[in-house]
């Protein structure tokens, strides 16, 4: 069976110092990573995943298979980043089924 | 222009009651999802159709009851709610199964009381 680890339920950093959301997956298979955002009263949306390799509103993520790791990353943190974050898993052979971690909130202060 | 839209956004209702909640799509997509975000924010995967053919059914009681009557909607029936059906409800949808990024509507609160 598939897991989704977010070790951190809270991040708290100033504006513009680095953040870095730890995410750990445990699966035997070939894994489809992705990194979900719920802005406040927003509806869950995609931010990135990892076949495409791309930064998006300055975040990058790194797929570690040796690590069994995919932490999200950026190295000026915004007021505007401040939301709740979640790692999610795809499963192909299972249907598409997502896997997600329990989320992290990220606080940017001023 | 909406892509995936829930109705209602709130329902409070008490125990014992049959509720139901609406899903649609637009964006032409095969796949539908259910799934629910907990009081601790934890989000699970209920069910999953694609072109109206359930193809994931996570351990869920069986008051809960999807039902698809074409590709761009999925339904979510709860029969006999209970205090810990509580929570938040979102609907998602992709293009197909094979690691599509899934779009998720608004979701719905449900409090039962």
């Known amino acids: 069976a598939q897991r989704v680890t977010q070790p951190e339920k809270l991040l708290s950093v100033f504006k513009g110092a680095p953040v870095e959301l730890k995410c750990n997956y445990s699966?035997?298979?070939?894994?489809?990573l992705f990194w979900y955002v719920q802005y406040s009263r927003q509806r869950l949306q995609l931010l990135l995943r990892h076949i495409s390799r791309e930064s998006i509103k300055g975040f990058t993520a790194d797929l570690n298979k040796g690590e069994t790791s995919f932490h999200l990353k950026k190295p000026f943190a915004q007021e505007e980043d401040s939301a709740m974050y979640y790692c999610?898993?795809?499963?192909?052979?299972?249907?598409?089924?997502?896997?997600f971690g329990g989320g992290t909130r990220v606080l940017v202060k001023p | 222009d909406t892509a995936v839209s829930q109705t209602p956004k709130y329902l409070v209702t008490q125990m014992g009651n049959d509720k139901s909640i609406k899903c649609e799509q637009n964006?032409?997509?095969?796949?539908m999802y259910w799934y629910k975000q907990d009081s601790k924010k934890f989000l699970k995967i209920m069910f999953s159709y694609n072109n109206k053919e359930l193809i994931i059914n996570e351990t869920v009681p069986n008051r809960f009851s999807p039902k698809s009557p074409d590709k761009a909607h999925l339904n979510l029936h709860i029969n006999s709610l209970e205090l810990g059906d509580s929570a938040v409800y979102f609907c998602?949808?992709?293009?197909?199964?094979?690691?599509?990024?899934?779009?998720f509507g608004p979701g719905t609160r449900l409090t039962v009381l």
């Open positions: 964006l032409g997509h095969d796949t």
């Open positions: 699966y035997s298979g070939s894994p489809e």
């Open positions: 998602a949808s992709s293009q197909g199964q094979g690691g599509d990024t899934q779009y």
């Open positions: 999610a898993l795809g499963v192909r052979a299972a249907g598409n089924k997502l896997t």
